[in-house]
């Protein structure tokens, strides 16, 4: 198969300035592709550690590559904008927007403060948005757009982390709900849900707990990157999708639903007696793949949006 490459697009990874981290080696990889490539990160945590988004640009540049560094926060909207304006200014458009900047706070909802609590929100799940937004008109004009959100399998419902689940599951959902506006303008959003050893699990779990060891030992940051620059490709066949990426492992995560029951005089007490079937898990289960079909059919307003130029 020939390489999948990169040449003449554009993309910005967010958060992408730690070493280890997931960001720099997605930043790495579609550099090495041909991608120019904006290395965004605050840097909040790296001060102490030689690694920043300058440094990871730096390192893509002596390699060969096109890249930038940026510095803004992706927590507001003027931040968000101004990470599109360096992309803008330095290569003239974006192609490709990974949202992977992230933080968590690992602790139990009593102890969690508003502060922090708020925090992961503005940055997990409003960082993406201002992030969609600020390229949005961008590529719809262009009729081309390849997003990825890094989302997490805490989404499932990890305990301790009700911040940061809730922040990552709303990300799988906003992705669900792009890729459903921006079919018609070409714009293709997806999810990655990865595992990898990096600071984020150096710095939230303890050394002795079993997920840390596994993550340290089978989970590098590069066996994440293939999936991440797979959906970003021209050639990415779906959207809308979660794909699970950790330690070379790949798969679909999806929502389903089971049969369930139908009874259109349906009681609390024809629930509590029929609750196996309501609940129970078949070979029935569906993709709710239809939803998105559904919603774009019922909605006027989808209708009267501007056909893709
Ligand atoms: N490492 C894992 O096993 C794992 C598992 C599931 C999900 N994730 C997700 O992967 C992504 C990357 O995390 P990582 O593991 O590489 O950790 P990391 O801490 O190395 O990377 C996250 C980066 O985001 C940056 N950041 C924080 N706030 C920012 C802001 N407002 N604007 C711009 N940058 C900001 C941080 O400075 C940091 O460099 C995160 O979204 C994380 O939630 C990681």
């Known amino acids: 198969m020939n390489e999948l490459r990169f040449d003449g697009r554009t993309a910005i990874v ?44 730096e390192e893509i540049v ?46 139990a909802m009593t102890e969690i403060s508003a502060a922090d609590f708020q925090r992961t929100i503005d940055v997990n799940l ?51 709900a792009t890729a459903a506006e921006g079919e018609r303008y070409g ?26 060891q596994t993550t340290k030992n089978r989970m590098r940051p590069e066996q994440v990157s293939p999936v991440v620059a797979f959906l970003a490709h021209e050639d990415c066949p779906v959207t809308g999708e979660c794909i699970d990426a950790m330690g070379g492992m790949v798969r679909r995560t999806y929502l389903a639903t089971t049969e369930g029951i139908m009874d259109l005089d349906i009681t609390v007490e024809k629930i509590a007696e029929r609750w196996d079937e309501v609940i129970a898990g078949t070979s029935e289960q569906r993709v709710p793949y239809a939803l998105m079909d559904a919603f774009k059919l019922h909605s006027k307003k989808y209708e009267a949006q501007p056909e893709r130029l």
């Not at 550099?31 to 440094?55: C, E, L, M, Q, Y």
């Not at 390849?146 to 301790?160: H, Q």
């Not at 997806?190 to 002795?208: I, K, Y």
Request: with cysteine.
């Open 14 to 57: 967010t958060g992408a300035g730690g070493n280890p981290s997931l960001g720099r080696a997605h930043a790495l990889l579609l550099a090495s592709r041909g991608a120019n490539v904006i290395v965004n990160d605050i840097d909040a945590k790296h001060a102490p550690s030689a690694s920043t988004a300058k440094t990871v640009a």
């Open 62 to 107: 002596a390699a060969g590559g096109n890249a930038v560094h940026d510095n803004n926060s992706v927590a507001t909207e003027e931040g968000a904008r101004a990470i599109f304006q360096t992309a803008m200014d330095t290569f003239g458009g974006v192609d490709i927007l990974v949202n992977n900047a992230g933080i968590i706070y690992q602790a």
């Open 126 to 176: 409003m960082g993406p948005a201002w992030m969609t937004r600020a390229v949005w008109q961008h590529m719809q004009d262009k009729g081309y757009g390849r997003i990825v959100n890094i989302t997490s399998g805490s989404m499932a419902g990890f305990a301790l982390q009700a911040a940061y689940a809730a922040s990552k599951g709303g990300l799988f959902s906003f992705t669900r």
């Open 187 to 212: 714009i293709k959003a997806n999810a990655v849900s990865p595992a990898g050893f990096t600071r984020m699990v150096l710095g939230s779990q303890e050394e002795d707990c079993p997920s840390y």
